[in-house]
């Protein structure tokens, strides 16, 4: 049985808080997943599909900020929307990287 995985990175449930502007407002929402690749924000107010916006991502310690831009892929309204990273500002996507790779070592801890 084939599948129709589109996603080139693993996606890995978790919570962060990311902002981003909607209509010159900062707006703070919560991830429900994240891959190096995008993320699902929880929202009840997607932003349109297609639209570029402007985030910043707040990593627990040691791994800080994470400034990145990317566009809305899919949007459900009252649930949230995809977004697909296009890029990384400075070393935004090695401390992705990072934290990603720590979360999923702390995930293979704790399987029996």
């Given amino acids: 049985m ?9 996606r890995v449930p978790i919570a ?4 981003y502007a909607d209509h010159e407002e900062q707006v703070a929402v919560m991830s429900r997943d994240l891959s190096l690749g995008g993320l699902f924000l ?5 932003a349109p599909a297609a639209a570029l916006l402007d985030l910043r991502l707040y990593l627990p310690a040691p791994h800080g900020e994470v400034l990145a831009q ?4 899919h949007c459900l ?4 929307m ?6 990384f500002r400075g070393d935004g996507e090695g401390r992705l990287r990072n ?3 720590a979360i999923s070592k702390l995930e293979g801890l704790s399987q029996p």
């Avoid at 084939?2 to 693993?10: I, Q, S, V, W």
């Avoid at 962060?16 to 902002?19: A, G, H, L, N």
């Avoid at 309204?77 to 949230?80: H, K, P, T």
């Avoid at 995809?82 to 890029?87: A, C, K, Q, T």
């Fill in 42 to 46: 929880g929202t009840g107010t997607p």
């Fill in 99 to 101: 934290y990603l790779q």
């Fill in 2 to 10: 084939e599948t129709d995985d589109r996603r080139k990175h693993e």
């Fill in 16 to 19: 962060i808080v990311v902002r």
């Fill in 82 to 87: 995809g977004v697909e990273f296009s890029s």
């Fill in 77 to 80: 309204l009252g649930i949230g």
């Fill in 70 to 73: 990317g566009r809305v892929k």
